[in-house]
């Protein structure tokens, strides 16, 4: 059946990235799920104007953890990143990086001063510290009491996720972290086999609708891709592939709404290779129904870090 019955049409667009625009790192997002004691079935992502965090609960018996993102009111250490507060049940762990709480342990750098209460009789006195700790000036004195100081793991190295690009196919816009620079977001050519709505996102609607995204690196390491869609009226399918190598292939059910969908990548797979094309096929292997809305496309890398220890 011929895809211009459903008013599909071809259409080719060109990223370009302006020289000289104003340039801010594309928003953080964090890990969201609740009350999970499989982390790895975390699929879903939020975007962050406060901090990711990753809570762990013991009831009964049962430890589950949360993540998502928060605007915290409770202290924080001046100048730290990340900061923690516990109780005998319930602890939660902070961060303000990229995707920092899909893993938060190893997303930590090491702190750059000791951990200690400055006034220890005090600090130790557990009427004094609830009065303490509840005072965010004066939680500065018994910093390792009342939790606020950097958690790690006592190795001095640490991971930072960086956006290689966050695509807008729509609207032929691109984004970057200011620590990778524009030249991948240059680099991306695109074809789609779609509808643009409201110059806002793609519908693809109908049997073999697809999008096509070419771009070069610098051959850093391809560990996340995020994808901001919708998926609606009834079932349907999506493949997702990078150079022929599946990423997801898989029927979806109705979910109204946009999500950020987090797939993890094998960072050894692409290793050497700096041209890739990503592909979007909408029901390449069954014909089925149910639309598949596309807004963002956001590819990222891992740096590892390797700081010096005291």
């Not at 797979?269 to 596309?294: C, E, F, M, P």
């Amino acid at each position: 059946m011929p895809l211009t019955r459903y008013g599909v049409f071809l259409f080719t667009i060109v990223a370009v990235v302006l020289h000289g625009q104003d340039h801010h790192d594309p928003p953080v997002h964090c890990v969201s799920c609740l009350d999970v004691q499989d982390p790895s079935m975390c699929r879903y992502l939020i975007q962050c104007d406060g901090e990711c965090f990753e809570q762990t609960e013991d009831v009964n018996g049962t430890r589950t953890k949360s993540y998502g993102c928060v605007k915290r009111k409770d202290c924080t250490a001046s100048a730290n990143i990340v900061g923690r507060r516990s109780s005998l049940s319930n602890t939660t762990t902070y961060c303000k990086k990229e995707l920092c709480n899909k893993d938060i342990h190893q997303f930590i750098a090491p702190p750059n001063e000791p951990c200690v209460d400055i006034s220890a009789i005090d600090c130790r006195d557990p009427a004094a510290l609830e009065a303490i700790c509840s005072d965010c000036e004066l939680a500065q004195y018994c910093r390792k009491s009342c939790g606020l100081c950097q958690e790690h793991t006592g190795t001095a190295t640490w991971s930072e996720n960086l956006v290689l690009f966050d695509y807008y196919p729509a609207h032929n816009k691109c984004n970057y972290s200011q620590a990778i620079g524009p030249s991948i977001c240059n680099s991306i050519k695109a074809q789609a086999r779609a509808i643009i709505h409201h110059g806002d996102y793609l519908n693809l609607p109908t049997y073999n609708s697809l999008i096509h995204v070419h771009f070069t690196t610098n051959g850093e390491p391809l560990t996340n891709l995020h994808l901001l869609s919708c998926r609606t009226t009834g079932k349907g399918r999506v493949d997702i592939t990078l150079n022929n190598v599946t990423i997801a292939e898989a029927n979806y059910d109705t979910k109204p709404g946009w999500v950020w969908v987090l797939h993890e990548m094998n960072q050894a797979q692409h290793k050497g290779t700096n041209n890739y094309t990503l592909a979007i096929v909408k029901d390449r292997k069954v014909r089925s129904y149910g639309h598949y809305w596309l807004r963002n496309i956001r590819l990222e890398t891992t740096v590892v870090h390797h700081g010096h220890n005291k």
